[in-house]
Structures are given as structure tokens and as C-alpha cells.
């Protein structure tokens, strides 16, 4: 991987960054959003920009430990995500689908509905 170096703006001061083409949308992503953090609190009352950067980095490390939170409480919803578990249950109630409907219509005749014995 090749190094390149890009110029960035934080809390309206240019900075250089070195990364790779593969990463530099990522990291221009999270530049933004640092930026974006450390702007609202300077405009809250934190006049520091050292401050403002700890209270941006405490509000985003929060935001991602909550996400990985929420995350670890919920593997079933990340488990039924898979394309292919999903067609697999999709397959699996369609099956059961036909075999109720089997089961109904040789349970019953037309207009004369009869008791379901085991």
C-alpha cells in the first residue's frame, strides 16, 4: 500500500494526514465528523479547542460504545441478516405452507367440514 498525503481542515486548522488511496475516503468521513463535533462544542460554550476536541472524542466514543452495545444485545437480528439463512427459512415455510394446505384440503371436503381426529 502506497502512503498519500492529504490536507484536512480541524477546528479551522489545516492539517496533513498521510493514508492510503483504499482509506482516504474513510478518513476524510471521520475528519468530517471529528470537525463536525468539535464545531458544535465551541459553539456550545467551549471556547478551548483543546476542550472542544475531548468533548467531541468523549461524544463519539460514546455514540460507538452505544452502537457496540446495542449490537452485542441483538446477534439474533446480525444472525438473520444472512441472504442465505433468510432464503433458507423462506424455503422452510414455504414447505410448511404446502403441507398445511395438503393437510386441510384431505381433512375436510368441500362444504362439509369434519372433525380433525388424531
Known sequence: MSQQRIEVTLAG???T???SAE???LLRAACTLVDEQIQLAINGGNRSIER???MAALKIAGDL???QTASEQTPAQSHSSNPE???RLQNEIHTLEDQVDALMQS???PGSPRPIVP
Open 13 to 15: 486548522q489545516k492539517i
Open 17 to 19: 494526514l498521510a493514508t
Open 23 to 25: 482509506h482516504e475516503p
Open 52 to 54: 472542544a476536541s475531548m
Open 65 to 67: 460504545i452505544k452502537l
Open 85 to 87: 439463512e433468510i432464503a
Open 107 to 109: 381433512l375436510s371436503l
